[in-house]
T-cell receptor, first 111, second 118 residues
Framework: SQQGEEDPQALSIQEGENATMNCSYK?????LQWYRQNSGRGLVHLIL?????REKHSGRLRVTLDTSKKSSSLLITASRAADTASYFC???????????FGKGTMLLVSP | EPEVTQTPSHQVTQMGQEVILRCVPI?????FYWYRQILGQKVEFLVS????????KSEIFDDQFSVERPDGSNFTLKIRSTKLEDSAMYFC????????????????FGQGTRLTVV
């Protein structure tokens, strides 16, 4: 897989359920970031996790990072219809000033 | 809360025409970026800019593209002669510290400019 590949590609759940999205990457990183994009809109920064961190929380978001497996997960607890969006992970290049994005996971939360 | 702003939100242009996409990064940020997202595809890095010069650019950022910081607040992307395949959402981003520089800082993105080349 390419740097910053998310799975699943699409996820459909009911309000109140938890949503888990995964991201895998190939090269070494300094940090990994998760972004949300509502349809046709801009990218909203959600959370950054450093390479020396294993877990981070922000409100209903929980991000984990396993550098040995080169993977991260984003958990949204008690989802709401307003969480419907595409979610992207983005990794830095471990020394380069760029972010590499995956194709994203489209999350649909039904009321 | 400070934010990155982009104008226009939507631009339609004829093939071969020049376009300038404008961005106002967050005021105390030092690093600026352009990314693009072709419909249904990944967000792709174009260029990063620091201290009034390009610090990195991707293969996409060919001679048709240029960036400029004409004053203390604006950051522009110019496409000299647009092609149909330039149609995409273009995102400007800024960060306080260089991404990937061993520092841990978020990159903040604008709402994007949807460029349609006809």
């Amino acid at each position: 897989s390419q740097q910053g590949e998310e799975d699943p590609q699409a996820l459909s759940i009911q309000e109140g359920e938890n949503a888990t999205m995964n991201c895998s990457y190939k090269t070494s990183i300094n940090n990994l970031q998760w972004y949300r994009q509502n349809s046709g809109r801009g990218l909203v920064h959600l959370i950054l996790i450093r390479s020396n961190e294993r877990e981070k929380h922000s409100g209903r978001l929980r991000v984990t990072l396993d550098t040995s497996k080169k993977s991260s997960s984003l958990l949204i607890t008690a989802s709401r219809a307003a969480d419907t969006a595409s979610y992207f992970c983005a990794t830095d290049g471990g020394g380069y000033s760029t972010l590499t994005f995956g194709k994203g996971t489209m999350l649909l939360v039904s009321p | 809360e400070p934010e990155v702003t982009q104008t226009p939100s939507h631009q339609v242009t004829q093939m071969g025409q020049e376009v300038i996409l404008r961005c106002v990064p967050i005021s105390n940020h030092l690093y600026f970026y352009w990314y693009r997202q072709i419909l249904g595809q990944k967000v792709e890095f174009l260029v990063s800019f620091y201290n009034n010069e390009i610090s990195e650019k991707s293969e996409i950022f060919d001679d048709q593209f240029s960036v400029e910081r004409p004053d203390g607040s604006n950051f522009t992307l110019k496409i000299r002669s647009t092609k149909l395949e330039d149609s995409a959402m273009y995102f400007c981003a800024s960060s306080a510290i260089r991404q990937g520089g061993g520092m841990n800082t978020e990159a903040f993105f604008g709402q994007g400019t949807r460029l349609t080349v006809v």
